[in-house]
């Protein structure tokens, strides 16, 4: 289990590395539309690489910001020009299905611009409320400055949270003991980074049913 644990540790930090920038940028404009890609498994690994002198962790939190605008705007024009009966009837066909449109809706409707921002932060709904900010027809260059600067903020404390817990281990590729090792010694990184997806989800659960109470009323 060591063993096969670490291997694909392994490979998916190296195809990271071997695509550099423009893998981050990619992989990070798939986070932002509706492809299942989570930041947590692209950020963590190239700040390592940034540790190790092989990146610039600055130039890699600007590839995936401007990759997460580039995923964010496609997502919004699409929703622009297909409208809303193309998306629920096919939505579902490419990991949008009603459910969460709806929920999605009724977040951007009861927090507007500003829910944009708060909606880069947390789990799950980062990944859709670009769609309905297109289908409201939300004016594009207050949709962008909200974007970059959500997506600015949860990309840098990505990357500053992998360098953290792994930047400071080069021989994390070469050994699987130093990944048995960073698991038992930094193992309060990864219990504080639980806690913190843990209060993101339930933020994301309370405002999404203060938004549903506030369509209701």
């Known amino acids: 289990m060591e063993q096969t644990l670490h291997h694909l540790l392994t490979v998916w930090m190296q195809f990271v590395l071997d695509y550099g920038y423009l893998g981050v940028f990619v992989l990070m404009l798939l986070e932002s539309t509706a492809f299942p890609m989570p930041a947590e498994i692209v950020m963590p690994p190239a700040a390592y690489w940034a540790a190790q002198g092989r990146m610039n962790v600055w130039l890699v939190i600007i590839a995936a910001t401007f990759g997460s605008w580039v995923g964010s705007a496609l997502s919004y024009w699409v929703s622009i020009r297909v409208g809303r009966p193309l998306v629920e009837k096919y939505g579902r066909y490419v990991l949008m299905p009603p459910h969460k449109v709806e929920k999605a809706d009724e977040w951007f409707e009861a ?49 500053w949270w992998g360098m953290k817990v792994i930047g400071d281990q080069p021989a994390l590729m070469n050994d699987p003991k130093v990944l048995i090792a960073v698991l038992k010694s930094k193992s309060h990184w990864l219990i504080g980074f639980a806690v913190v997806i843990g209060a993101l989800y339930w933020l994301m659960t309370y405002m999404q049913k203060r938004a549903a109470a506030t369509r209701a009323s």
């Open 111 to 159: 927090y507007g611009s500003g829910g944009i921002f708060v909606a880069r932060l947390l789990p799950v709904i980062r990944h859709l409320i670009s769609i309905p900010a297109g289908l409201f027809e939300m004016n594009f260059a207050k949709f962008s400055l909200m974007t970059v600067i959500g997506a600015g903020l949860f990309n840098g404390a990505l990357a």
